[in-house]
């Protein structure tokens, strides 16, 4: 069960209230369109507070293209890879395993969504590779900092409404 499931069955169940609800967006624990999804009703919240709404919002949806993974072509084919923290922090690994020259020639790495293919890969094309992650990330967070930059300069909640991911 997500976090939304369990805070919504919550509600429905009069565990929670709608201020625990409303105290819930206020802290950016649920975004917005979750709140009205729960309470079934539109509130009026102070355009300060929406900033910080919006933005929460945009580091979560950021968060998830980042982790969701990536496409590269350094095998010769565009394939899906992976980015989760668990691949980010086997990639730091291998790129020091390679450093250190201790990783061999040869590099296997899996392919997301490949029903468990591993493919080969040279030293230089794993370095590409994880150029290629690199530029997946960052690109994503500079889009969110872009998007942050324009959240915070918005002066009408409608301004907000028109930034999304």
Known sequence: ????EIINQSYKENILTKDDIYNLL???KIIYDEYKQIIGEEVEIPLDILKQIKIAEL???CNETILSGFYSSVSGEEKLYGLDEQDQANISQTLN????NMSGETIYWKCKGEDGVVLPYTIEQFKSLCLD???????????QWTLK???LNATAKEELELLVW
Do not use: D, R
């Open 1 to 4: 069960m997500t976090t939304f």
């Open 26 to 28: 206020l802290n950016n």
């Open 59 to 61: 580091w979560k949806n």
């Open 97 to 100: 395993m390679i450093a250190l």
């Open 133 to 143: 992650a690199q530029t997946h990330k960052l690109g994503n967070i500079q889009k």
């Open 149 to 151: 930059a324009q959240v």
